[in-house]
Every structure is written in C-alpha cells, then in structure tokens.
C-alpha cells in the first residue's frame, strides 16, 4: 500500500464577488452603506464558489498536473495546499514538508545585492540559513550570474532577475513541492535546464503538483492529471486523455469567457461584464492566432445606469510583464450613456505582439475628474491566447532564435549612404 | 500531529500529517502556534535584517539619520520648551539631556508604530504567495528599530561626558523599559497592521496618533510636574511608564514611580493580548483580502 501525500476531501472556497478584484475597503465605504456593514458577512455582495467540492488523492513520488481554463479554481487550490488561504469547506490532509512556488522571486527586495537576495529569499520559501549557505556556490552556477553577485538586483536585466530567482526555487528540497506556471519565464536555453530540473524531482521520489497552460509542458512532466473547470473537478486521469478533453471537449477555450448570470457577473451597480472573447480577423472565436493576422479582443457589457464608461483592456505577457492598457476612444464613450447592452472589439494590429501566452485583463471604467477611474467590473487574466509563428514575412527575418521582448513589431528601417555621413574613420590630412 | 512538526524544519522524524481546514480557534495562541513561530525563526531573522539593510541603502546620510533626528529634536525641543516656553526638568537636571532621555525611547516607538502599521500590506507579496506565521511580519517590524536606537544610545553617551556626569546603577533596568516600550508598540502595531488590511484608511491616522499620543506622554514635561491624580491617570498611557521609567534609569534621580509603571505594564499587556487576539482571529483572511 503507497502511503499519501495529499488527500483531499470535499474542498470548497467561497469568495465573495469583488473581492477577488478591488478588496480595498475604506472606512468611508462602511458608513456610505450603513453602519450595520461593518460587521463582515452582512455584506450585501454576492458569492462565488472559486473551489466547489473537490476530492482527489495523491500518492507520495507522484507527479501531478492541475489544468483548466482561466478562472477554472487551479490557482486557489494550489493557494489551499500552501496554507496561504483557508477552506470554507472541507478538508486536506497533508502529510510532508510542502515547499510551493506560486511565483518566481517572491520576496525579492530590489535594493538588495544577489547575495542578499540569495539568503533571503531562501528563508522565505522555508530553507535553512546551514541548507543555503550549502547549497551557495551551487544556486551560483545554476543562476550564471556571478559577476553581478554583489550587485543591487534592479540593476539586473529581467532575464537575470529571473534566472537567479528560479536557481533558488529550484534548490528548494521539500516533500511536496507546488509549483504554479513558473516555469514560462526565461529564455528558452534556461526553460530547458528548468524543465530538466522539475523532472529529475519527479524522478527523486518527491510528490510534485504542477498548473500550466502550456499542454507540451504538462504532459512531458506529469502522467496523470486534473482537470477543474468553474470550481469543480471534472476530470482526473493519464494526461493523454484529460488533455484531449481538455482541448477538443465542449469546456470552451481561455479565449471565451461569459458571465450568463446578470446578477452574478463581474460589476457593480453601474456596469457588468458580460461576455469576453478573442476573435480573429473574420470574428471566429480563437486561442491561437498567427503573429501575421490582428486580433480583436471583444467585449461584451451591460450599462445599468445612464453614465459615461468606457471599456479598458490589459494585455500581460507570459513572463507577467504588462505589454500594453489600452482604452476604447471612440468619442462616443465621453457621454453619459443610456442603459443597455454594449459590445465592442477591440483590434491589435497584426505584427505588434511577441510570440506566446497572452493574458487579458478586461474591465468597464468612469472617469472622475481628477481622480483616479472608477472601477466598475474588472476580471483580471479574463482571456488567455497564444500567438504564434507560422510562416510569411514577419520581424524574425532570418533569425531562428527566439525573440526577447514584449512587443516584436514590422519595423521600416531604412539606410543612409555612408559618404553622405561624416565618418571618423576617414579623415585624411590631419595629424 | 501538530502543525509545528511538519512545518518545523528540524523536525527529525517522519513527516507528520496536518489537516487543512477551516480554522475553529478558541485561544489566540496556542503552544502549537508558538513552536511554530519558533521554527520559524530564522525568517523572522532575515526580515528584519532585511528592514535594517534595506532603510538606509542610497542616503548620503546613512545611518547616521538614526543620529541626527532625535539630536536635532532635541535641539528644537530645548529652544522651544525650555528657553522659550519655561517649561522645566525634573531634578534640575540639564534640560537637553531630560529631554533625550524620553526622546531615545519615544523616537523607537513612532518607529515601530509607522512600520508596523502598514508592515501586513507592505508584505503582500509575501502573504499571498508563501506561508509563514503572520506574526512575523509585525514582530520584525518592532524589532528592526532597535537597533537605530542603539545607535541614538551613543549620543546619549556623549551628553553625559559632555555634561561630566556619571552613569548610575540604575542603567541596568534599561533593556526592562525598552522591552516595555516594545511590548507596547507590537500590542498596537498587531491592531493597526491588521486592520490596514480592510481599512486603507490607517496610514492616514498614524501621524494624528502619535501626534496626540506625544503630548499625553511625559516627554516634554516630567510626570513629577502633575498633580498626583493626573499622574495616576498619566499612566493609563502604557508610553507614560516607559518614558518615566526609562528617565529614572538613565538620569538616576528621583524616587522610582512603582505604581505608574505596574499600570502602564499592566496596560501595555492588555493593548498586546487583544491585538493578538484580534490579529489572529483576521489573518486568515489576509491573503483574501489584500
């Protein structure tokens, strides 16, 4: 009989609506709604289940993957095992050190060297200070960033901070390692030596539980997987199978998001998102769009009260960098509005956008004057869409490698002459 | 199968198995919770070493504004108080070194208080992405400054050889007035870190605090210059006793206040107990919330 790592029976977590998003309460709020809201749980807010009864067990040495679509509860649950988050509901039996890793470099402080930055982080993902100072000269090399050892961290490249950051993570030794998508950072060289890294803990016998949206990814590392889709679990089994599911099933895709409950949707009193979803140029519903076709993002929202909104997307990239906000500005948007139902899209020209995972972040706004807009609905990492390379003219060029950069776009260079220029290099007839 | 064992790093044996669920807790703090805080104690180490690192990195200063605020307050409240105002020192001790005296201990608590006051969310990064015990983070805040008090001390050290004045036994008590002083601000630094976290409202009302809380405490003024029912409700004040005690122990003159240093201890002790008790029944929403 294997003994188990996790075992977890009946989980739920309930948040309420908005909490997610815009927790931040004042006292003000309170006393705009009456005193009587100060005491948490009259809220008058509605719920959302985020977990809804889950159960699954999982063997000591197994290596498990946790897929879904955004939004789909594969964040929480991993928030559950951690101990960072409670359950409203049910329970999980843990039996081992847990290490997780639900962000690369948490607690790094940019004023601090790399060393510095070494030590500490460590202790905040539980190492000992005797196990760092061990395993020193080892997170080094991993890293490659000796030369800059004793230099501030914001003073590293991106790509730097990254690789450092992951060289700690990766030395961490605990039972139960949970790892959330951290590994779609870096440049393809490092992701390589990362994945080889996740394996060869699969192989040493510890329990490891993995999220990704990258399927290649996730069915390289793990044989069985989960998949969860609005808070329940609906299918557990050999990858293979849950990934076929997953992709060709009627779940929909990342890139469609409704909210069919015009009480529970994402908003307030003003305005509520009601559909999102990514098209391509002839308005097809798409996950995967080529770099070389613009992409519509569209959105869908109902106005509640006659006010002057206006719609507002965030497009984040795969390493979490924020590629661009952009609102809609069309002059209709200044005025007051009258209630009723709004779509409209969104076009991202076609060679702006790198390679990759696109999270977008689609909300409804007002603008205050002099002050900061209003949040009326926002879901953040709403969509979810890759854009890739299939072939034609783009800004690769010749270039095999991978492209760094948020944005990749169709540059027109042009070249002057040399002889019209004033060169230094030829300067007869002068001593 | 305590929740110590498994999260403890040194624990020898054989992993242990914890239930994660919804908490149902009676006390604020059981012994269970204590040994983890204990395991935990190296982090509680680096943070604060990082908040030692981290507050003078780029100044031209240094830590040598650890020096130069309480000193030039000093100055300030001299010329105001004393020379300006009349108001006088106890003992007919010089009145820069009187007013030092409070300011050393006075200085680290409005440290502490700011710190800690936003020490949860200016953590989040941490608390909605790793466990540890919560009570870390406000600790470390009340921690880290006293070592910008043991550098103020220094100067205090010059004022005595600058007036030609000997220390007195009575020094011995200090680290006990300090720790009075820390008690104090971790009791009120666990209620407003905590209800930072709903309420964005409490940076706004750290500066009115300590403003109010400055003349209500003894600096400027000795508690031998009240009537003896305002001395008695002086020390209600739980910075009352720490500043008057803290004066005693440096300026060895006087008779030691008992009565008003047991009520502001006894107070001090209270303003904690309900801080932990209230910031242990929030945090686990912390990570929902912030």
């Known amino acids: 009989m294997t003994n188990l790592a996790i075992d977890v029976a009946g989980i739920s977590k309930q948040y309420r609506i908005g909490q997610m998003h815009s927790a931040i309460d004042t006292l003000r709020d309170h006393l705009m709604h009456g005193l009587h809201t100060l005491r948490a749980g009259r809220m008058p807010r509605e719920t959302i289940w985020a977990l809804d009864d889950v159960s699954f067990q999982v063997a000591e040495g197994e290596v498990l993957g946790i897929i879904g679509r955004n939004g789909a509860g594969k964040t929480t649950l991993l928030r559950l095992l951690s101990r960072i988050t409670e359950p409203t509901k049910g329970y999980a039996d843990v039996t081992g050190r847990v290490g997780s890793l639900l962000e690369v470099g948490t607690g790094f402080h940019p004023e601090l060297t790399g060393r510095e930055n070494i030590f500490l982080n460590g202790a905040i993902l539980g190492m000992r200070r005797s196990e760092i100072v061990r395993k020193f000269d080892e997170i080094v090399e991993f890293s490659g960033v000796e030369q800059f050892l004793d230099t501030p961290v914001k003073r590293y490249s991106s790509g730097m901070f990254v690789r450092l950051a992951f060289s700690v993570a990766a030395h961490l030794e605990p039972e139960i390692l949970i790892v959330d998508e951290v590994l779609a950072v870096g440049d393809a060289e490092f992701q390589k030596r990362c994945l080889g890294k996740m394996e060869s803990y699969g192989q040493s016998g510890r329990t490891v539980l993995f999220v990704s949206h990258s399927m290649p990814t996730i069915a390289r590392l793990c044989p069985r997987l989960l998949l969860l889709d609005r808070g329940r679990l609906v299918e557990d089994g050999p990858a293979e199978h849950v990934i076929g599911h997953y992709l060709h099933g009627d779940l929909g895709s990342s890139a469609r998001r409704e909210w069919p409950d015009p009480h529970a949707a994402p908003g307030d009193d003003w305005a509520r998102l009601r559909s999102a979803r990514v098209v391509d140029a002839s308005g097809t519903t798409s996950d995967v769009i080529d770099v070389s076709e613009p992409i519509g993002i569209e959105i869908a929202f109902d106005l509640l009260r006659r006010e002057a909104v206006f719609p507002w997307i965030d497009l984040v990239d795969e390493r979490g960098t924020l590629v661009f906000s952009a609102i809609d500005t069309n002059p209709v948007w200044n005025e007051a509005r009258e209630p009723g139902r709004y779509v409209t899209t969104a076009w991202i020209p076609e060679h702006l956008l790198n390679e990759g995972a696109i999270h977008v972040t689609v909300s409804v706004k007002s603008a205050l004057l002099g002050r900061k807009p209003w949040r009326h609905a926002e879901v953040e990492s709403a969509l979810t869409f890759q854009v890739v390379e299939r072939e034609g003219p783009t800004a690769r060029g010749d270039f095999a490698g991978r492209i760094s950069g948020a944005v990749r776009p169709l540059l027109r260079w042009t070249e002057v002459e040399a002889a019209d220029a004033p060169s230094l290099a030829a300067r007869p007839g002068r001593d | ?290």
């Not at chain 2, 700011?114 to 009570?135: E, H, W």
């Open chain 2, 1 to 290: 199968m305590s929740v110590a064992d498994v999260f403890d790093r040194r624990a020898p044996e054989a992993p242990r198995t914890i239930r994660l669920e919804r908490t149902r807790r009676r006390l604020p703090l059981t012994t269970r919770d204590l040994r983890e805080i204990l395991a935990y104690h190296e982090l509680l180490f680096f943070l604060v070493w990082r908040d030692v690192k981290v507050k003078y990195k780029q100044t031209a200063l240094g830590a040598a504004w650890a020096i130069l605020v309480p000193f030039t307050q000093m100055v300030v409240f001299t010329l105001v108080f004393n020379r300006g105002l009349h108001v006088k020192s106890e003992y007919h001790v010089p009145y820069p070194l009187f007013i030092f005296s409070a300011m050393l201990p006075w200085t680290y608590f409005t440290a502490c208080l700011s710190a800690s006051s936003t020490s949860i969310v200016g953590n989040q990064n941490l608390i909605t992405k790793v466990f540890f015990p919560r009570l870390i983070i406000p600790l470390a805040a009340v921690v880290a400054p006293v070592l910008d008090f043991l550098l103020a001390f220094t100067v205090l050290i010059g004022m005595f050889v600058y007036y030609g004045r000997a220390p007195h036994w009575h020094l011995v008590v200090i680290p006990a007035f300090l720790g009075m002083a820390l008690l104090t601000a971790f009791g009120v630094g666990l209620w407003l870190s905590a209800l930072n976290v709903r309420y964005r409202d409490v940076p706004y009302v750290v500066p009115y605090l300590t403003m109010v809380w400055f003349f209500v405490t003894p600096i400027i003024y000795g508690v031998t210059a009240l009537r003896p029912r305002t001395q008695e409700l002086i020390a209600l004040n739980p910075m009352a006793g720490v500043i008057d005690g803290f004066r005693w122990a440096v300026l060895g003159r006087g008779l030691p206040h008992y009565h008003v240093y047991a009520l502001s201890f006894g107070i001090a002790l209270a303003v904690m107990l309900s801080g932990l008790w209230y910031f242990r029944r929030v945090e686990r929403y912390f990570a929902d919330l912030i």
